[in-house]
């Protein structure tokens, strides 16, 4: 039996593990880092130990520093989550020989599994259909292994997943910058920069089967996830079961997926992942021998706890009946709710939560909470949002309904893409692939609702807070002046938009941008604003913190900063100045001063949230300044560079 469990991991895996774990009567504990210190689940384990450090190579992929907190806690038993160190075949054995259960299959099996070209080789010889690939070392001819297996072809971290580590190439003069991007990616988030390529198949579906197998010899499928949609080839929205799947292909991917498992003696979970072409047709991509980040929309189908499974299958309990005869109930979707500027490229985000807050009939998977700081050294993941349905309609309904009112205050989001994709069209009917977000714009998607009365609801909110705060005259109405005629006024910045709000409350008239506004005010006070605009009356909840108005209502969310009437001369930047889209390190400089530059040339590369991002010339000119080197920690808006014009 297990008595204590450490979960090797953070965030909301972490969270999602311990939570099953104390319902089953075990005790916890909790690894973190120096950034992860106030984070939800640390506090959620009944003891914590720190790893000295901030990056993941410094932290929680130090398997030696995670079996000394294991032994100095008592610890029985590590679950490793997923990414980190869950698929590294050496901790698996460091655990074992640390007389420590290691919550998964067998080092073995993760070993032959991890290697990905060794693993598309053994599910060769077990009849399951594979693409074609070859691995890179320093002796491979890159050129002539990429026209033998043919373009366009992708780039992949051998001992890795979760986008990172991955490019796809369409010709020979992107293959050596696609391969040496790649291994630097993979060796910074996996330790290791082993890459191999693989003929790239152009919008398939990704299907993925979940497999359990326990220490009994028994195999079992629990059916299919859907898991198309994805940016940077990192999955956003999943679902259960697919909607291109009949019975009678469901039986083919999950016949190839136990026969996977059983050639390879799996135990525990893990997935199997296929491509799905339109002709039905499918082939083998990989095995993750782990728990995948979208297993909830197959517990929420199946009514089983996946953690639960993978506890007792560890501790040489046979698959109950409740997995040998499971069967599909209804329809499940999750999200992944990001921290990212989905306009600016999908560029990561930092900052502190001020508002997390998401209700309705949908469960959250969550790794912070309000007051959260989310710091650039991890994924960018923030919560998974996951409905569930007796109908696929029924669960989309739910999720997009939970996402649109969700109150998620100083951090940028994708919600609103997620918003966007569940309510487009094309996703509502089931047509999804890997191309979905190349023939649908991620911009477009998301567009934010009308600003106009957010705007209007912020000045009202803002004077209302005024009013309140007032030591002096508090009984004279705002704004108000021996001779009249006056509006007052305020000004929000959102993005690249100014707002300019002129308002009088009594009589209630406004204009934003010279613009007068059809709106009659039911109500303000600092926090809520009724507004009837067009005869409709709406609620807009309003949170300052920072200087920034967040502003909630029924058709969207907003978030405006406030406009400083005499703003600070000293902050104009320099023309041509290069600046840091977000906090990182640097980790290439890829020209000297004095160098003659192209408009859009490459100078820095910053590595932030395990993703490398180039920061290019605005102008055509000369590097006249750099204030950066490889090794140097910079943050948002942060003058990297300037180019003058030439």
């Known amino acids: 039996m297990i008595d204590k469990l450490l979960v090797a991991n953070r965030g909301e895996i972490a969270a999602r593990v311990m939570r099953t774990a104390h319902r089953l009567g075990i005790a916890t504990v909790a690894v973190f880092s120096d950034p992860d210190a106030d984070a939800p689940f640390v506090a959620l384990a009944d003891e914590a130990v720190r790893l000295p450090g901030a990056t ?40 074992a ?92 988030a996996f330790g290791d920069g082993t890459v191999f390529l693989e003929r790239f198949v152009v919008d398939p579906r990704h299907v993925e089967v979940q497999i359990l197998g326990d220490t009994h010899g028994n195999v079992v499928h629990l059916f299919e996830r859907e898991c198309s949609i994805q940016r940077r080839y990192q999955k956003i929205v ?12 469901r039986k083919e991917l999950g016949s190839a997926a136990v026969a996977a498992a059983t050639a390879i003696g799996y135990t525990g979970a893990g997935t199997v992942e296929f491509v799905l072409a339109s002709d039905g047709t499918f082939g083998f991509l990989e095995v993750n021998t782990r728990l995948q980040v979208e297993h909830p929309v197959t517990e929420l189908i199946t009514g089983l706890d996946l953690v639960e499974l993978q506890l007792r299958i560890a501790e040489g309990e046979p698959l109950p009946p409740s997995v040998t005869e499971a069967r599909i109930d209804g329809h499940a979707i999750e999200v992944r709710l990001y921290a990212e500027d989905v306009a600016a490229g999908f560029l990561p985000a930092t ?50 309904r939970a996402l649109a009112t969700a109150r998620i205050h100083g951090v940028t989001t994708n919600r609103d893409l997620l918003v966007g994709i569940l309510r487009e069209p094309e996703f509502r009917a ?62 929000f910045a959102r993005g690249d938009e100014q707002l300019d709000v002129r308002y009088r409350v009594r009589p209630f008239s406004a204009t934003v941008n010279g613009a007068p506004v059809d709106a009659r005010l039911v109500s303000a006070t600092p926090d809520e604003v009724v507004l009837e605009i067009g005869g409709i009356r709406r609620r807009y909840t309003v949170r300052r913190a920072d200087g920034t108005a967040y502003v909630d209502g029924p058709d969207g969310s907003v978030a405006l900063v406030e406009v400083p009437r005499f703003p600070d001369p000293t902050t104009t930047l320099a023309a041509g100045s290069l600046v840091a889209p977000m906090p990182g390190t640097v980790v290439r400089v890829l020209a000297e001063p004095g160098t003659t530059v192209e408009l859009g040339q490459p100078l820095v590369v910053l590595e932030a949230m395990k993703m490398e991002h180039t920061v290019a010339a605005p102008v055509a000119g000369v590097l006249a300044e750099l204030h950066v080197d490889a090794g140097t920690q910079v943050d948002t808006g942060q003058v990297l560079a300037v180019v003058e014009e030439t």
């Open 56 to 95: 993941p190579a410094e932290t929680y992929l130090r398997g030696d520093k995670i079996i000394e907190a294991a032994r100095l806690t008592g610890a029985d038993a590590v679950h490793p989550g997923y990414g980190f160190l869950s698929e590294n075949a050496g901790f698996a054995r460091d655990c």
């Open 351 to 400: 900052g502190t939560l001020h508002t997390f807050a998401i209700d309705g009939d949908v469960r959250v998977d969550a790794g912070v909470t309000s007051g959260s700081a989310v710091s650039p050294h991890y994924d960018p993941m923030l919560a998974k949002v996951i409905a569930h349905g007796a109908t696929r309609a029924d669960a989309v309904r739910a999720l997009t």
């Open 97 to 188: 020989a640390a007389g420590i259960t290691f919550v998964g299959p067998t080092p073995e099996v993760i070993a032959s599994m991890g290697a990905k070209t060794e693993a598309k080789a053994r599910m060769a010889a077990a009849g399951v259909p594979v693409l074609p690939g070859a691995t890179i070392t320093d002796d491979t001819d890159l050129v002539a292994t990429a026209e033998e297996i043919g373009y366009p072809l992708l780039v992949k971290a051998a001992f890795g997943g979760g986008g990172r580590g991955m490019r796809v190439v369409h010709g020979p003069d992107e293959l050596q910058t696609a391969v040496e991007a790649a291994r630097r990616e993979a060796a910074a």
């Open 430 to 491: 089931g047509r999804t692939d890997t191309g979905y977000l190349t023939r649908h714009d991620p911009a477009a998607l998301c567009a934010a609702p009308d600003p106009v009365p957010f705007a209007v609801a912020a000045a009202l909110a803002a004077q209302a807070r005024n009013r309140a705060e007032a030591r002096v005259l508090t009984s004279i109405p705002s704004g108000y002046r021996n001779v009249g005629g006056v509006p007052q006024r305020i000004a």
């Open 238 to 249: 999943e679902e259960a079961p697919s909607p291109a799947v009949d019975e009678a292909l």
